[in-house]
């Protein structure tokens, strides 16, 4: 008894440290981009680098508005959240409640390995494929813009939600299910109004994961987006906040490297703003 409450005890001390080292690591992150990023807007001036809307870091007078940067973010974001989610949700019922043992074995192998390839390799079909065919189909001089990015970073985020919803669909105990058909539903209506949800804050953390992959992707929405600091629009070429950090961190210096830090600061606390709210909405439909 004592042996046993020994290696609990143990256990127990080893999962504490290994959530401390999380949480210090998220603290040290945290603490680093404020010292790094906060000299350049202190020098450039708030409102100027929030809501400045030219971005020419390496002009003779140089320019840092980061406005167009913010707005494709949360335009791109939103765009791939609209078409990625439901597309994730409704794949996910259809895996948990409906499709037979087989099928749902080969698509969930099939999603398995959409989350394994690399954002380089999406980029890179993304040029190739997508990006002449919207500039063919909707007669566009430069097929690199906001529309080819929104829709990569929907397929991208695709693997996050469909797993993690139907973890938690699967996790619905049966006897749910049974007393709603027992009570006359059908089975559509047993799935939409009792499983999901009893499988709300799983399906609500799939969609906080691909709002984050989505928010935090560079590689591939700089292959496919044009990569250039224009205010944005649907078949423009565009800039995120990660690909200005991407693309300028390498040859930066001076005020421009501090400015790519202030980029990284308000990007982290954009997604912590996110996932606050998301959280919020959660709780206070669970005390409703």
């Given amino acids: 008894m004592n042996k046993s409450k020994a290696i609990e005890t143990v256990i127990h001390g080893i999962f504490l440290i290994l959530g401390l080292i999380t949480v210090a690591g998220v603290l040290l992150i945290s603490v680093y981009l404020i010292i790094s990023g906060i000299p350049a807007i202190k020098e450039i001036g708030l409102r100027e680098f929030l809501f400045g809307e030219t971005w020419q870091s390496t002009g003779e007078n140089p320019s840092f508005g980061i406005l167009p940067f913010i707005l494709t973010s949360v335009y791109g974001t939103a765009g791939a959240v609209v078409l990625g989610a439901p597309t994730g ?26 989350a394994g ?13 997508l990006v002449p065919a919207i500039r063919t189909v909707f007669n566009v001089p430069d097929g690199a813009s906001l529309l080819a990015a929104i829709i990569v970073l929907a397929v991208m985020v695709l693997p996050s939600i469909i797993k993690v919803s139907l973890t938690a669909l699967d996790a619905v105990p049966k006897e749910y299910e049974e007393a709603s058909l027992a009570l006359g539903a059908t089975p559509i209506e ?8 009893a499988a709300k804050s799983g399906i609500t953390a799939a969609v906080v994961l691909g709002v984050g ?5 560079a590689m591939a929405v700089m292959m496919v987006s044009g990569n250039v600091a224009n205010m944005p629009s649907l078949f423009g070429s565009v800039r995120f906040l990660t690909t200005a950090v991407a693309s300028e961190m390498s040859y930066s210096s001076g005020l421009q490297r501090q400015a790519l830090f202030s980029i990284a600061l308000v990007l982290f606390l954009f997604i912590m703003l996110i996932n606050a709210a998301l959280n919020f909405f959660v709780k206070r439909s669970k005390e409703k």
């Fill in 213 to 217: 992959r989505a928010i935090g992707e």
């Fill in 89 to 114: 949700f409704f794949t996910a019922v259809f895996l948990a409640k409906i499709a037979p043992p087989k099928l749902r074995k080969a698509v969930e192998a099939a999603v398995n390995l959409l």
């Fill in 190 to 197: 047993t799935y939409f109004k009792v499983s999901v949800p």
């Fill in 117 to 129: 390839i690399p954002s380089v390799v999406y980029g890179l079909a993304g040029m190739l494929v």
